[in-house]
C-alpha cells in the first residue's frame, strides 16, 4: 500500500521556521522524483518546490526562492522541506507528491497544515 505521510506543519509567526516531512512507502521512493505543492485558501494548488530521484537537481517557485529548500534522504525513503522566513502568505496546506515520468505513476499526500500568523 501506497502511502505518502507528512509532518511538521503547524502555527508560526512571520519570520519563523519550519521543516516539513514526508515519509513515502509502498514504492521504490529512489525511482521517484519528489515535490511539495501547496493550496492556499480559495487559490489552486501550486508548486513549491521539486528534487530529482537522486537529489541531484531542484526545480523551486519564484515565490520561495532563498527561503525554501527540499531535500532527501532515499535511504530513509523521506523528504524534507525547510522553510525559513515565512510570511503570512505562505500560510496553506502543504501537499507531498511523488510522481515517476518513465513509470507513469504518482502517488499523493494528505498535506499538512502550515499556518503563519502573529
Known amino acids: 500500500q501506497v502511502q505518502l505521510v507528512e509532518s511538521g506543519g503547524g502555527l508560526v509567526q512571520p519570520g519563523g521556521s519550519l521543516r516539513l516531512s514526508c515519509a513515502a512507502s509502498?514504492?521504490?521512493?529512489?525511482?521517484?522524483?519528489m515535490s511539495w505543492y501547496r493550496r492556499a485558501p480559495g487559490k489552486e494548488r501550486e508548486l513549491v518546490e521539486r528534487?530529482?530521484?537522486?537529489?541531484?537537481?531542484?526545480h523551486y517557485a519564484n515565490f520561495v526562492k532563498g527561503r525554501f529548500t527540499i531535500s532527501r534522504d532515499n535511504a530513509k525513503n523521506t523528504v524534507y522541506l525547510q522553510m525559513n522566513s515565512l510570511k503570512s502568505e505562505d500560510t496553506a496546506v502543504y501537499f507531498c507528491n511523488a510522481n515517476s515520468v518513465f513509470l507513469n505513476k504518482g502517488y499523493w499526500g494528505q498535506g499538512t497544515q502550515v499556518t503563519v500568523s502573529s
Open positions: 509502498g514504492f521504490t521512493f529512489s525511482h521517484y522524483a
Open positions: 528534487v530529482t530521484s537522486t537529489g541531484g537537481n531542484t
